[in-house]
């Protein structure tokens, strides 16, 4: 991502997703994470304590079997598209290699697993819990090497840079956003939403963080239906991102999906999903909404959104995963 400041409207090509296929139909099995692989080959997705891998090109389904005893909350990919490390309801974090079958459980969160994510080298992953801990796993050994008491609520989303494994977000229910060094495992900076962070009846809970591309910014999701863009370095918040009017006061029930997606030439966009099913697209330079999907999802979460180059899977939470495309 460049200079936000420095990029001119005139400039801007909005660009629209356009629906594929089908992956899967709606299954009633509790469906909360998909992720397309890093090579953009795969997609991976959570049915129960299951995980299904679907080949895009050949639309050929793999299904890959944990020892999960409770449902998956989350699911990440290592960077060599090898691997899928899934957090459960059961506490624990398994690592499955997609022909070999499982190579590690990691053991010592006490409250149910929401979010995991690999640092770039692949070697070492952290995971998030209700428990209010991140925890960083040695991903060959399957030691845990230090435990962060990040927040005062459940922590539900953490986040690694893909080209700067040395920091680490995390967004929880207390409404707090916060930067480690992963090294020391020390805070860096928190962040709030100054005189919004406050809602009449509480805090605004914080369910989704994730880097830009560089590095440099942080895309945050409240509960609220917000969006907001942060320098984080500098604690501002650079862009925010709103639904039609009706919706912008909507208290979400659900942590929904959210994507940067950087197409090849094209401006960058941000896809975000509600309660309802619907999904919105900004680009990231204007702000300005370019597309709002209501019949894809329809009456389910739109829980889980993935992308990779020009490709976009979504998934709701009654099992039906989709793939777009950016035209």
Same mark, same amino acid.
């Given at each position: 991502?460049?200079?936000?400041?420095?990029?001119?409207?005139?400039?801007?090509?909005?660009?629209?997703?356009?629906?594929?296929?089908?992956?899967?139909?709606?299954?009633?099995?509790?469906?909360?994470?998909?992720?397309?692989?890093?090579?953009g080959e795969l997609i991976a #997705?959570?049915? $129960?304590?299951?995980?299904?891998?679907?080949?895009?090109?050949?639309? !050929?389904?793999?299904?890959?079997?944990?020892?999960?005893?409770?449902?998956?909350?989350?699911?990440?990919?290592?960077?060599?598209?090898?691997?899928?490390?899934?957090?459960?309801?059961?506490?624990?974090? &398994?690592?499955?290699?997609?022909?070999? /079958?499982?190579?590690?459980?990691?053991?010592?969160?006490?409250?149910?697993?929401?979010? #995991?994510? +690999?640092?770039?080298? /692949?070697?070492?992953?952290?995971?998030?819990?209700?428990? &209010? =801990?991140? !925890?960083?796993?040695?991903?060959?050994?399957?030691? *845990?090497?230090?435990?962060?008491?990040?927040?005062?609520?459940?922590?539900?989303?953490?986040?690694?840079?893909?080209?700067?494994?040395?920091?680490?977000?995390?967004?929880? +229910?207390?409404?707090?956003?916060?930067?480690?060094?992963?090294?020391?495992?020390?805070?860096?900076?928190?962040?709030?939403?100054?005189?919004?962070?406050?809602?009449?009846?509480?805090?605004?809970?914080?369910?989704?963080?994730?880097?830009?591309?560089?590095?440099?910014?942080?895309?945050?999701?409240?509960?609220?239906?917000?969006?907001?863009?942060?320098?984080?370095?500098?604690?501002?918040?650079?862009?925010?991102?709103?639904?039609?009017?009706?919706?912008?006061?909507?208290?979400? !029930?659900?942590?929904?999906?959210?994507?940067?997606?950087?197409?090849?030439? !094209?401006?960058?966009?941000?896809?975000? /999903?509600?309660?309802? /099913?619907?999904?919105?697209?900004?680009?990231?330079? =204007?702000? $300005?909404?370019?597309?709002?999907?209501?019949?894809?999802?329809?009456?389910?979460?739109? #829980?889980?959104?993935? *992308?990779?180059?020009?490709?976009?899977?979504?998934?709701?939470?009654?099992?039906?995963?989709?793939?777009?495309?950016?035209?």
């Amino acid at each position: 991502m460049c200079d936000l400041d420095s990029v001119s409207d005139l400039t801007l090509t909005l660009r629209m997703l356009q629906f594929d296929k089908q992956v899967l139909p709606a299954s009633g099995k509790i469906s909360t994470s998909c992720q397309i692989s890093p090579d953009g080959e795969l997609i991976a #997705i959570c049915q $129960n304590t299951d995980m299904l891998v679907y080949e895009i090109s050949s639309s !050929k389904m793999m299904k890959l079997t944990t020892t999960h005893k409770e449902c998956i909350n989350c699911l990440c990919w290592s960077p060599d598209s090898k691997c899928i490390a899934s957090g459960s309801e059961d506490f624990t974090v &398994e690592i499955t290699h997609i022909i070999y /079958g499982r190579i590690r459980r990691l053991m010592g969160h006490t409250a149910p697993v929401i979010s #995991i994510c +690999y640092n770039n080298k /692949g070697n070492i992953l952290c995971s998030s819990s209700m428990d &209010e =801990s991140i !925890k960083e796993w040695h991903v060959l050994s399957g030691t *845990a090497l230090k435990t962060m008491s990040a927040h005062s609520d459940a922590v539900v989303s953490i986040d690694i840079p893909k080209f700067d494994s040395s920091i680490l977000s995390s967004g929880s +229910y207390d409404g707090l956003i916060r930067i480690f060094d992963t090294e020391s495992g020390h805070c860096l900076k928190t962040l709030t939403y100054d005189k919004d962070w406050i809602a009449e009846d509480g805090v605004v809970p914080i369910s989704t963080v994730k880097f830009s591309r560089n590095g440099k910014f942080l895309l945050v999701k409240s509960l609220d239906n917000v969006v907001k863009l942060w320098e984080y370095t500098r604690g501002t918040v650079v862009r925010t991102f709103l639904w039609p009017h009706q919706e912008t006061k909507a208290k979400l !029930k659900y942590n929904c999906g959210l994507e940067l997606i950087y197409p090849q030439g !094209k401006d960058p966009l941000v896809i975000s /999903g509600n309660d309802s /099913g619907s999904m919105c697209v900004w680009n990231v330079y =204007s702000k $300005n909404l370019v597309q709002k999907i209501d019949e894809k999802h329809r009456n389910s979460p739109l #829980i889980s959104i993935s *992308a990779s180059y020009d490709k976009v899977a979504t998934l709701s939470l009654n099992g039906e995963c989709n793939l777009f495309r950016v035209h």
